[in-house]
């Protein structure tokens, strides 16, 4: 070497520690010289090590004598002769002679040395062939793991720069092991998470700890289109003498384990969402209700846009004609969006009525009572969807790119459907969404269809009884009236509450309020039956207590039922109001500068019980006197003692003179309670 060629004291060199670092090294390779004539004249230490000879025992001695027996010589003196005189090189084994006297198998190199005097000599490298051949036999077998492993494997140099990759990568991958050398790895991971995976190879490199099993998942470029899942592992390479040369990464395909995980996880959440369902659709008999909380279960889970729409016929309780090609009138009851979206715009707010045209989706699933699945929603399909041109147009801007629409059938009938669109969630409805919409939307569908007949049946009996109760009173000589009627409020059901104004003779007026016990349309007739026979008996012009005793006879002749009454004739000529009390809540009477008080009636007993006379009792009217005759649905509830209830009856009348309206209302909303589960039946009357 050139003297111009060492480092000059000003470059900064730092030599490495002489310790064993490299493959010659773990091989002991040892180099040999020997003259034209035979003799040894250079000796290594590698060769002391060997062939068992120090440098004094060797050096000057002929080598031939020295390390192969007699019979061998002849060949090997052919091999330095063809090597001195011919210049080629010679590989092979040959076996020598140890110190020891052993016999050890060699693999040798020879080749002829020139110097600058033009003297020859032989070069002999030397290695046991045996060590050679494992050394050899390791590689091969490393080399065929590398390239054979199912399991993706890299070498990176200390920078992160790919220095090996297996075809096992390359598929993973889809880059070729030559694309792979020399770059990086924001370069070639598919990871979206690629910043996480060089922190832990530099913290690997740094601490020489290996992490083991990093999941990973992402979009390879050789299928983009599906999400595959990897388990990554590194380590810190380095020599024997502990220089570090790299990192190690091993990469395993858990694609398919994600997957069956990924399915176990929705089919988990899709019973979550069904046992769900179960319990919060359907939660009371109110239609809009029911739909409202069916589109609150789909939102967000299985759609980012909801709607639930019935067809008109069906809410009206009419038997819809048999499936065609025309148009249907849908009914819109909720619409639910999982973010702010212009797609609600597009949508019929709940409430409105709308015709859709036999092309369109929605139409189409009523008509066929089958879901409709457009997987890739295009641009062709949007008018489809869309109730006109505007609603297409917002679809388009929100983004929509996959929908679904699936009837709701309850007994076989299709009452509507559930309609449901994805815009942010970015995978189509596939067909486990289809079972899942149609699971729940079965479970509202009957619902649906309990709340509609209940409905119906509700609003039969509503109309049957507010037919059957007086318009709202007039004025009558001597008295200021005025009076409510109010269905309970917790079940929706019509009772059998009535009260009446009954003009007679003489100026008089009889004023009574009832309670059928019971609910629904037989209620509604029984109490239609007996204010018609009050009616009848008010003419005669009996007496409040014989009134309510044919009242009694007739209530006896109709099944089960017993009803409370409470019937009074006001004279305004005399200022006498006479009472008679079949089992009714007491009136309660409120007098300008006077407490409030319950009337103290004889109770008397229900009508229907028979056999049981009726007391009449008279009480005086003065003018500004209120008299307040209700059902006991406005007092009564589940949690409190009559008597409490009684008393914030009377302290709602401590202004006898506030106009009857807002008395009314006061009473009921002050008294009245959203859980309460009867009618209630109110008359007020001030004396004048």
């Known amino acids: 070497m050139a003297a111009d060629s060492f480092p000059s004291s000003g470059d900064e060199y730092d030599p490495e520690p002489s310790r064993p670092i490299g493959l010659l090294d773990v091989l002991s390779v040892a180099a040999v010289v020997v003259d034209s004539g035979g003799r040894i004249v250079f000796w290594t230490p590698q060769a002391e090590e060997l062939f068992g000879y120090t440098s004094q025992e060797a050096l000057g001695r002929y080598a031939a004598r020295l390390f192969f027996d007699p019979e061998q010589l002849q060949a090997v003196t052919r091999l330095f002769a063809e090597v001195m005189e011919t210049g080629r090189s010679w590989a092979g084994a040959f076996p020598i002679r140890h110190k020891d006297g052993s016999s050890r198998l060699m693999e040798f190199r020879n080749m002829r040395l020139l110097d600058d005097l033009g003297d020859v000599y032989a070069l002999g490298i030397a290695a046991d062939h045996n060590l050679l051949q494992r050394v050899e036999t390791d590689l091969a077998l490393c080399e065929r793991l590398i390239n054979q492993s199912p399991i993706g494997l890299a070498l990176l140099d200390p920078d992160l720069r790919y220095l090996l990759v297996n075809p096992a990568l390359e598929r993973i991958d889809g880059i070729a092991a030559e694309d792979h050398i020399g770059r990086g790895l924001r370069e070639t991971l598919p990871f979206p998470d690629v910043d996480t ?116 016929s069906a809410l009206a309780c009419r038997r819809a004609r048999r499936p065609d090609n025309g148009p249907e009138l849908f009914r819109a009851l909720a619409l639910k969006a999982a973010h702010p979206t212009v797609a609600l715009r597009a949508a019929d707010p709940p409430g409105d009525l709308t015709a859709y045209d036999g092309d369109r989706f929605v139409t189409l699933c009523v008509h066929t009572g089958r879901p409709i699945l457009v997987r890739h929603v295009g641009d062709q399909d949007l008018p489809r969807i869309a109730r006109d041109a505007e609603a297409t147009t917002l679809l388009a801007r929100a983004g929509v790119h996959s929908y679904l629409a699936v009837p709701l059938i309850a007994h076989g009938e299709v009452l509507g459907a559930l309609d449901l669109k994805r815009t942010r969630n970015p995978l189509p409805f596939d067909d486990d969404d289809v079972v899942l919409a149609s699971e729940l939307a079965g479970r509202a569908a009957v619902a649906i269809d309990n709340a509609r007949w209940f409905q119906s049946v509700r609003n039969t009996a509503l109309t049957l009884q507010r037919s059957l109760l007086p318009d709202h009173p007039p004025r009558h000589p001597g008295l200021d ?176 003179d506030r106009p009857l309206e807002e008395t009314c209302d006061l009473l009921l909303y002050g008294l009245r309670h959203p859980d309460d589960h009867d009618d209630v039946a109110l008359l007020v009357a001030r004396a004048l």
């Not at 899942?229 to 190690?248: I, K, T």
Request: glycine share 8%; hydrophobic share 40%.
């Open 197 to 312: 995976v060089e922190s832990a190879l530099r913290q690997v490199l740094t601490t020489g700890t290996p992490l083991l099993d990093q999941y990973h998942v992402g979009r390879p470029p050789a299928d983009p289109g599906h999400e595959h899942a990897w388990s990554l592992s590194f380590y810190r390479l380095e020599d024997p003498g502990g220089r570090v040369l790299g990192a190690a990464t091993s990469v395993v395909d858990v694609t398919e384990r994600h997957r069956v995980a990924a399915e176990a996880d929705r089919a988990r959440r899709r019973l979550a969402l069904i046992a769900d369902a179960s319990t919060r659709v359907g939660t009371t008999l109110e239609v809009e209700q029911t739909a409202h909380e069916l589109a609150e279960i789909a939102a967000p889970e299985l759609a980012d846009v909801v709607a639930v729409d019935i067809l008109d």
């Open 481 to 656: 009236l005025a009076s409510r009627y109010q269905p309970a409020q917790a079940t929706s059901e019509v009772g059998g509450d009535w009260y009446d104004v009954i003009p007679l003779a003489r100026d008089r007026t009889a004023l009574v309020v009832g309670d059928v016990m019971g609910n629904g349309i037989d209620a509604a007739a029984t109490m239609g039956r007996l204010r018609t026979a009050t009616c009848a008996y008010a003419d005669l012009d009996l007496d409040p207590g014989a009134v309510l005793k044919h009242l009694d006879k007739i209530t006896c002749d109709l099944e089960h039922y017993i009803v409370t009454c409470l019937y009074a004739v006001y004279d305004p000529r005399t200022r006498r109001c006479h009472i008679a009390n079949a089992g009714h809540m007491p009136p309660a009477l409120a007098r300008p500068g006077r407490t409030p008080a319950l009337l103290d009636l004889p109770p008397g007993a229900p009508l229907g019980v028979g056999g049981i006379p009726f007391e009449t009792t008279t009480a005086r009217l003065d003018p500004g006197d209120l008299l307040v005759l209700y059902t006991d649905g406005l007092v009564e509830t589940r949690h409190h003692p009559i008597d409490d209830r009684l008393n914030v009856l009377l302290s709602f009348l401590d202004a006898p």
